[in-house]
């Protein structure tokens, strides 16, 4: 059947409907994520791209841009290509390209297609070279507007100091086929925790990115044919950054979020990170979307409960799924045993540990939620959208 027609068929995830493993999003949750970030970003004066990588799926980022999302965020070149597919016209690649095949392509893609706009990172003179010589030899293609991406100790790409930095912004702002957009940077490989000592390194190294966009603005390095953005913001830590670089909004830069876990939430990793898990978020807290619906295969031996998922259909790469719910086809709920845990995953089992006077029996159905919704999200290429009452009212696809 279409995707279209999967709303009309009457299925019921408790009730037994449809196969399983089955993962499902929950689209009133969805729905509500959307508007709490929308909330926020209003409220803090910054602008949204979300990090399309984390669903890759056209249904799900048309939420998002009919929320008023600014653009999305990927990052590679097959992503970007994707997203333009989707519907955006604006996507920023948070990623450095130094591929001369895929910068040649880019060019030849801005350039047939005047409303697409792609921004793209570099961190330094050699990146500027190459992106400089493989958009030189397209012709007619537009400047490519970059973004000069500050890094960390220890991080990923970027930039190691403020004095590299605006030595890679001076070389691209005096490259013909390039336009330096603003500056860029990422903060949530600092930490893995929301202690004072993580959100003092995080605060300060904004802080530096700050410092970087007004010393860029004031040596005119900007082009300016075209509004500056400064944008950092993963999921974790996206208030810092809108409360440090904030004020570069009076220096006439955006500044833009790229998170994009809100979306989906986890009931692991992000439940414990994003700021709605701290005592100053005054907005509703994210609420977990994504579930994986198992069936009960096996039980051995007393205590341990096998579940016809594993490695293959659920993240486990920031902790192990979590059992939230159970039924008993055609609708009978069951009580999830205290102490219930996921002790460990094989390819397509998941070893649930119970009481071993646990009700759960061969052919139950078991909810699971997951920490770090991205790897389980790229597991599959269907998701079935339900109401509150499981009822399975659309889909969404996923493209990787």
Same mark, same amino acid.
């Given at each position: 059947m279409t995707l279209e027609e999967l709303g009309s068929q009457g299925w019921n995830i408790r009730r037994g409907d449809t196969s399983t493993p089955v993962a499902v999003l929950r689209?009133?949750?969805?729905?509500?994520?959307?508007?709490?970030?929308r909330r926020f970003c209003e409220r803090a004066g910054v602008s949204l791209a979300p990090h399309a990588k984390t669903t890759m799926s056209p249904q799900l980022v048309?939420?998002?841009?009919?929320?008023?999302?600014?653009?999305?965020? *990927?990052?590679?070149?097959?992503q970007v290509r994707l997203l333009w597919?989707?519907? *955006?016209?604006?996507?920023?690649?948070?990623?450095?390209?130094?591929?001369?095949?895929?910068?040649?392509?880019?060019a030849r893609e801005l350039a047939a297609h005047a409303?697409?706009?792609?921004?793209?990172y570099v961190d330094s003179v050699d990146g500027v070279r190459i992106?400089?010589?493989a958009f030189g030899e397209v012709p007619g293609a537009p400047r490519l507007p970059v973004l000069i991406e500050l890094g960390h100790d220890a991080g990923r790409t970027g930039a190691r100091d403020l004095s590299t930095a605006l030595a890679v912004a001076e070389a691209a702002a005096e490259a013909p086929h390039l336009a330096v957009a603003g500056v860029a940077g990422y903060e949530g490989t600092i930490g893995h925790d929301r202690g004072p000592e993580t959100l003092e390194r995080v605060d300060a190294f904004l802080t530096e990115l700050r410092d970087f966009a007004r010393v860029a603005a004031g040596r005119n390095l900007f082009d300016p044919d075209r509004e500056p953005i400064a944008t950092a913001g993963g999921s974790s830590y996206f208030d810092r950054v809108a409360h440090i670089l904030g004020p570069v909004a009076d220096d006439g830069l955006r500044v833009v979020?790229?998170?994009?876990?809100?979306?989906?939430?986890?009931?692991?990793?992000?439940?414990?990170?994003?700021?709605?898990?701290?005592?100053?978020?005054?907005?509703? *807290?994210?609420?977990?979307?994504?579930?994986v619906w198992t069936r009960v295969v096996s039980r051995p031996e007393p205590g341990l409960v096998l579940l016809n998922a594993g490695r293959r259909d659920l993240s486990h790469d920031a902790g192990m799924p979590v059992p939230l719910a159970a039924w008993r086809a055609p609708g009978t709920p069951l009580e999830v045993p205290a102490g219930a845990h996921v002790s460990a995953l094989?390819?397509?089992?998941?070893?649930?540990?119970?009481?071993?006077?646990?009700?759960?029996?061969?052919?139950?159905?078991?909810?699971?939620?997951?920490?770090?919704?991205?790897t389980t999200l790229d597991r599959w290429r269907l998701f079935l959208l339900v109401d509150e009452d499981y009822d399975v009212i659309g889909g969404a696809r996923t493209y990787f």
């Open positions: 689209s009133a949750r969805l729905d509500a994520n959307i508007e709490v970030m048309e939420r998002q841009l009919a929320a008023g999302a600014w653009g999305l965020t *990927a990052a590679l070149p097959a597919s989707f519907g *955006a016209d604006r996507v920023l690649m948070a990623n450095e390209l130094t591929d001369p095949g895929a910068l040649r392509w880019l409303g697409r706009e792609v921004l793209c992106a400089e010589q979020l790229r998170s994009g876990c809100y979306l989906t939430h986890d009931v692991g990793l992000y439940a414990e990170l994003t700021p709605s898990a701290t005592p100053e978020w005054d907005l509703p *807290a994210f609420q977990p979307a994504l579930e094989s390819d397509q089992h998941t070893f649930l540990r119970v009481d071993p006077s646990s009700p759960l029996a061969v052919g139950d159905l078991v909810g699971l939620g997951v920490s770090h919704p991205c």
